[in-house]
């Protein structure tokens, strides 16, 4: 077990280039590289993004570059362990800020990986899937899930900013991300399914044999809501931060088939010290102000800032004001690949 | 196909003494008993419970009866076609009225049948389960659910009524109906559920590792909750009446395991001929004037009024003012056995 | 909770006849019949049926009644608690022995209950379902399914038997058996799926997008499998019996909805004495001798014999010679019901 | 959506420099890179490697590099897309071609990926899973799943060579790679679950409550079985080739998490065009000569050589003599993502 495993400047040079040749290459060498210890060791680094640094970047990227030549108006956030440019925030997460203008829209497609838009600011902003029109308020969560067509549009008078989540990285990683364009769509002329169909928690519209629920029922989360929810859970919670996950209401589900979103409530000087996760994950703050430690590096953040933790990063949050936060995660996915773990500090 | 079968007294009565003393009996003079041609052919005829009857008759029981002598002061809804007496309305569903008077308590206990306990009038009156406290107000729907200990009291200071509904003839004729006995359960000093982890659709309480979601955990609905809902899809439905599934939020799954709840609300006027059902059902009209014929039997109903149909039956509702109403059905315990069945009329 | 409750008796003629008048009748004095204290009291009792007793009054069956006057030519097996007739061997059990002369056929249909044949003698037999033929050679399991055509065949020269058990019951009481008549189906030119699709344990039908498997992929169930199967257990039991759930190969789900069946082997003077299962069951002898104790009733049992126990009971097995014996049992219904339950003896 | 997106050199310098310092990237010059039009543009390209070719360097790594200083010998089956060196075939899958010499053993360790050991020659290899000794016979499949401990031996007198598929891409590229080491660990003295609790297809241990079966109940999958059934298919199986699917006997779903594993008998002349899979795959050949065009590059392939084909590639395989080859894929990850998918050709 504690001998040193043979390295690549061991084996003749001439057998290095007959493996070459045939295509192989011993694992010994490697073997620590792939499987680690004890635990992963991520690239990944802790990111982080002031709002108020960003905000100006992303409008003059408006007055630059009209959405026409960008299709979507994004800057991404670049995990700092891969370096800027990187189209990813962790391992698993992809994050972009985008911006739509007044009058301007997104023209439709759909693709394999799946997103999350975090409404910033500004109002008018909607986004269509599959004809069902999503109004996008601060604090919404709106889901263009796998293979839904969808586009955006802005019948307000000021800009539109929103924090994308996806699971690009994933299919970029498995060669399957691709995606196909088309029209915009047409809008049914009623609210989305937050509105109508699932209205309430334990009510569900009536099955019927052979209809069966969409896959992605409900694809707006309208912040209102979930602000009343977590102030309940609060006020009972005792010690405890308040935590509610974002389910399907049909299935009880994580919206994604591999990113959960988690809404967080801290009470004025609440902090909270989760166990080490075998998650990455990102955090969004909707309102309020506070300090993160991610593996001795302090984050202070305030409302609309964004920031990130790698693998079984070492996490301990305080908040300095009543604040509510957005968690951004892949248990969902290691759920499903049977690893996910949470370790005692 | 078409031959008549063999009858008993077609068989020597030797060979039929010889039958009964080896403990057998033919079966095809019982075969079209047992699987009739192309349909059930129910025992259980359609009910009707106008309130107004029943109220004072429930009243007179508590007149007569203390709740130390009768656990549970309840009026049973017996099948018309089995005759006054049984403790069954449909082949599946045992319906009955309850009555605790001010400062009464039905003691506790736990049984493997199911019951949901919709609130008929009064104020005051909460029920226990599992140590969480349900107050139960009209409209509202209460489970107390296979094997979980309940018990009931009453804080108010008029009658407290509601209706039980319970899977019970299905666990008599299983032999599996039992009960087991305790002492009043303490109460724990928060708001249930419906108020604290399931105020909003679409989140749960975060998931941790181990922790599995209790079996139920939403154990009261209240009806503010469901009107509202109703009158949001009754907004957007067109024509068809509005009708909302009462579903488990963890899984989307009905809230018990063999029967299930739908709410339907009626517009002034509006008119339903759902299709004929293979699941037997009972309504209760929580608010609303309205006329149904189930098989051609004509039933006026109004407020706190219950009624049923058996399998297969004929069912046209035409309400006459807005009208709320609550089916009870076994579509959950057909769909686990895998033969329910819709017919178009 | 010790003080008894009213009777009956205990109120006024008058308010009864009010009550009789209404539809209703008082649950308080019915309370503990349908809730009895801790357990069920089944009206089920032990039986036992000699298959030397039984294959004589078989056999006349044929000669007395042809199969055209029968459809299908059975004896039932009626539980001694309910009395020579009924339809039912436990609550939720019927049993059949049934006989097919060679050159007779048993018309197609299909129906709501689900049955399974172990055959019990001869050979040249055959069901078809959905024009899938199955052989049916001696302990082998034949299933037909809920919903799906059945017809039997006879090829041979003797005659053949067979023991049916199904969920009739159940569907008796739930008001949901009946059954749809048609011709003999033709049959499709090869063996059925246990010889081909499902030949190995852990391999399975390559999966096609879109083309889901049959609810019941696998209608046959061949002893000469089961037999070497129990004897590779019970070579590594230790001191255990074997027993085998027989399993739906496609979802490892028991193989009917309603109905479990589980293949046994006792080694010569092997014992077992199973904790009390809140399910009701029967046992069918395939081979061997041995002695069963149920809730002190002393059944000694030989080759093809069957017995029957109510929920709760009290069994003890003690096998005289090696014994292969397939048990019967509601288990799968009452896990969907969530009310399964085994106590310590 | 005709019209070029922006490109990088479109924006001025400094802002391009602002951009960098905030640690973002535009998204737009970057879009069709990670969202191609219509498909994935996948970096791997079909490999063919040589089993006569491979041998003689594998036997040479057993000179050169003791198993102490390699704790698993192992040739990497490099994508030829990503250059030898690669530790991965296709984007999901790895394969690497393992020896292990007569006395010797591998130390035992425990992983998040899981792997499948396919047998490619010699007798008397065995491996230890969670204390279970698992033959290793050619043909046979041996699965060590993500998180149970698995160590190997060899009690034989010839070299022993199989062929390793894991998921380790999928956990290197989500960070979630790590493994721990521990002692060779003590052997269960009886034959593993496909000789004991698995012999028949349709049978499993009986159910026991709160007793759950293993969530990796088989780990062995033994060639002759396999063998004897798709022979059994490929009788009855017209036109087609015969194709098995390895799934877990207690649920159906395939063995492993992420992949899939489906065996495949060609007749002598027969061939196979199947359609365009979102899957990335590795064939590894268990007897039998082909040829086969991925993509329109030929292999021609013999017993024991392995090949690989990236997503959506165009095969079409040709049988010379009988062949039986085993497919490795990623259906399983693409299905728990939700993004599988087939496209006529
Ligand atoms: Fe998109
Ligand atoms: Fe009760
Ligand atoms: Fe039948
Ligand atoms: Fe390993």
Redesign the pocket.
């Known amino acids: 077990m504690s001998e040193p495993l043979g390295e690549l400047e061991d084996l003749p040079q001439a057998y290095r280039d007959e493996l070459k040749q045939a295509g192989v290459a011993p694992l010994w060498p490697m073997m620590r590289n792939v499987l680690p210890h004890g635990a992963p060791q991520p690239v990944t680094q802790a990111g982080y993004w002031n709002y108020d640094a960003l905000r100006p970047l992303l409008l003059k990227a408006g007055e630059l570059t009209p959405v026409e030549k960008a299709e979507?108006r994004v800057l991404v956030l670049s995990d700092p362990g891969r370096g800027t440019g990187a189209m990813q925030a962790t391992a698993s997460i992809y994050l972009g800020m985008q911006l739509l203008l007044p009058g301007e829209s997104a023209p439709a497609?759909?693709?394999t990986?799946s997103?999350v838009r975090i409404i910033v600011e500004g109002t008018g902003g909607y986004s269509v899937v599959d004809s069902e029109r999503l109004p996008m308020e601060e604090g919404d969560l709106v889901l263009?899930p796998s293979g839904e067509w969808?586009d955006h549009g802005h019948d307000g008078n000021e800009p539109v900013v929103w924090l994308d989540a996806?699971d690009l990285p994933v299919f970029v990683q498995l060669e399957g991300s691709y995606?196909v364009e088309g029209d915009l769509q047409p809008q049914r002329n009623r609210p989305d399914a937050s509105e109508v169909e699932y209205k309430a928690a334990g009510l569900a519209p009536t099955r019927r044999p052979g209809h069966r629920a969409r896959r992605f029922p409900m694809l707006r989360y309208p912040w209102t809501g979930t602000e009343a929810a977590l102030r309940q859970m609060s006020a009972y919670g005792g010690d405890e931060i308040a935590e509610l996950d974002y389910v399907n209401p049909e299935t009880g589900e994580d919206i994604l088939p591999t990113l959960g979103f988690t809404a967080m409530m801290f009470g004025a000087g609440q902090s909270q010290k989760p166990p080490l996760r075998s998650s990455s994950c990102a955090f969004h703050v909707i309102k309020g102000h506070g300090r993160t430690e991610v593996d001795g590096q302090v984050i202070d953040w305030g409302p609309k800032d964004t920031f990130t933790a790698p693998v079984f990063a070492a996490i301990s949050h305080q908040a300095e004001s009543e604040a509510f936060v957005i968690r951004i995660h892949d248990r969902p996915l290691q759920d499903k690949l049977g690893y996910y773990e949470e370790r005692a500090r």
Do not use: G
Request: charged share 20%; aromatic share 0%.
């Open positions: 979507r497609h759909r693709h990986p997103a263009t969808h996806l995606a």
